[in-house]
């Protein structure tokens, strides 16, 4: 069993090679495209879209195939699409888009305030 100093020396070793957040938008036409996946997403969620045909339905969308970073993005943009606050009922799918694209012009591309950090 690992020791409490263990976890958190692993913790900080994760943290220290930035798994735990999500990509950052490299420039505005990123910021605007990441906006544009939280408007399907959200409305993929709010149709009751089962998760992995809406992972297939995003993919066809936005191909990044092609894209570590863009797989991660988008990935990161359903989960918050599908979490447990937008299934509570959340915001509307215009609403987190624009609060994703402010977020995302505001920070230099930073999108882990509206998107969350994962662990």
Request: charged share 25%; glycine share 8%.
């Amino acid at each position: 069993m690992l020791s409490f100093t263990r976890i958190l020396a692993l913790l900080a070793l994760v943290y220290a090679a930035g798994t735990i957040a999500a990509p950052r938008a490299e420039n505005a036409m990123e910021c605007g495209i990441a906006a544009d996946m939280a408007v399907v997403a959200h409305s993929l969620a709010k149709e009751a879209v089962q998760r992995k045909k809406a992972d297939t339905i995003m993919a066809r969308i936005y191909d990044v195939s092609q894209s570590d970073r863009g797989k991660e993005l988008m990935k990161e943009i359903l989960d918050t699409a599908y979490g447990p606050s937008a299934a509570a009922g959340g915001t509307s799918g215009q609403k987190f888009a624009e609060e994703l694209f402010a977020t995302c012009m505001k920070s230099g591309g930073d999108m882990d305030p509206v998107l969350g950090k994962k662990l």
